[in-house]
């Protein structure tokens, strides 16, 4: 069934404020089994979760190594980008009462370490597919200062079945968020460039933009093009409802544009929004990490890849 603007949020839908006290909040996803949203505090150096009954906010792990985006796998553990480790990590601690039992997945390429792995989403098929800009190294207060091995920022696309890693997008500059489209035949990754000189020195045109790629045999990405720019701001982390249509981080809010690139939607909030992801118990709530806060906000849809865990369960 189409989806209109107005029928893409729950009547009387309004932005709530429900938590508050990170330094920088990113990566969020809902755990199920604790009807919680789990998100970084990337300076903190903390894991906290929102818990939904209670309204409680947890500190799930501290000293957490900076870890920043996060996405469920096919069981249901947390794959978790880790900054301070340079790595892709699988924390298995989804029960309601777990603590947090992390390895790591990947962390080089080629003999050369990662640079800090930023976001990821992981595909029907077990694949891990991750964003490695240098955020982390760069920035003192979200990792370790280091250098950047491979000598580029790529997306990566890891198979865990195989160990294999492989770089699937490499002419993003600064690639940041990913995800897929419904039937995961487009990857969306967005390029968050903007405010940092370019590499060749030129001029930078689309430093903001979220670009779309085919994706071929389910494993290769082909044909990136300009799928929307996004502003004001950065098109940080997003997500894909199930009709296609891609919820935008951006500097004032969450900005949604149709599987066309029609902006049809804007949400309103009061800080910069770093990535949002769906939750609640229906999946139908858009929880959005912006800056110290969570906030939220009652939707009509669901997340694409939700559907494909759902449909393969
Ligand atoms: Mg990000």
Not at 22 to 26: D, I, K, L, M, T
Not at 110 to 118: A, I, K, Q, V
Not at 168 to 173: G, K, P, Q, S
């Given at each position: 069934m189409p989806t209109t603007p107005q029928t893409l949020l729950a009547q009387d839908a309004a932005v709530e404020k429900v938590a508050t006290g990170?330094?920088?909040?990113?990566g969020p996803v809902w755990i199920p089994a604790r009807s919680a949203v789990r998100f970084s505090d990337i300076p903190g150096n903390r894991i906290?979760?929102?818990?939904?009954?209670?309204?409680a906010l947890e500190v799930y792990a501290a000293d957490a190594e900076f870890t920043n985006g996060r996405a469920l796998d096919r069981e249901g553990a947390v794959i978790q980008c880790s900054h301070g480790r340079r790595a892709i990590e699988r924390d298995t601690g989804t029960a309601p009462d777990a603590v947090p039992s992390v390895s790591t997945l990947v962390d080089?390429?080629?003999?050369?370490?990662?640079?800090?792995?930023?976001d990821v989403v992981v595909k029907s098929d077990g694949t891990i597919w991750f964003s490695d800009p240098s955020y982390g190294i760069q920035k003192e207060e979200?990792?370790?200062p280091g250098q950047e091995e491979y000598g580029d920022r790529w997306v990566f696309r890891f198979d865990p079945a195989s160990g294999e890693l492989t770089p699937?997008?490499?002419?993003?500059?600064v690639p940041n968020g990913l995800a897929f489209s419904p039937d995961e035949s487009i990857l969306y990754v967005s390029d968050t460039s903007l405010g940092t000189p370019a590499m060749d020195g030129g001029p930078r045109l689309h430093g903001h933009a979220i670009?779309?790629?085919?994706?071929?045999?389910?494993?290769f990405a082909r044909n990136g093009r300009i799928f929307v720019e996004v502003g004001p701001g950065v098109p940080d982390g997003f997500r894909v409802d199930v009709h296609g249509n891609l919820w935008s981080s951006s500097k004032e809010g969450v900005q949604v544009f149709s599987?066309?690139?029609e902006r049809i939607l804007q949400i309103a909030v009061p800080e910069t929004v770093s990535n949002v992801c769906f939750g609640g118990d229906d999946g139908r709530t858009l929880y959005m990490t912006a800056s110290s806060?969570?906030?939220?906000?009652?939707?009509t849809v669901t997340d694409a890849s939700a559907a494909l865990r759902t449909s393969e369960a």
């Open positions: 990170a330094q920088w909040a990113e906290l979760e929102y818990r939904e009954a209670t309204g080089s390429w080629n003999g050369r370490r990662l640079n800090s792995p930023n979200e990792g370790h699937a997008v490499i002419d993003v500059e670009h779309a790629y085919d994706v071929v045999q389910g494993r599987p066309e690139g806060s969570l906030y939220r906000i009652r939707t």
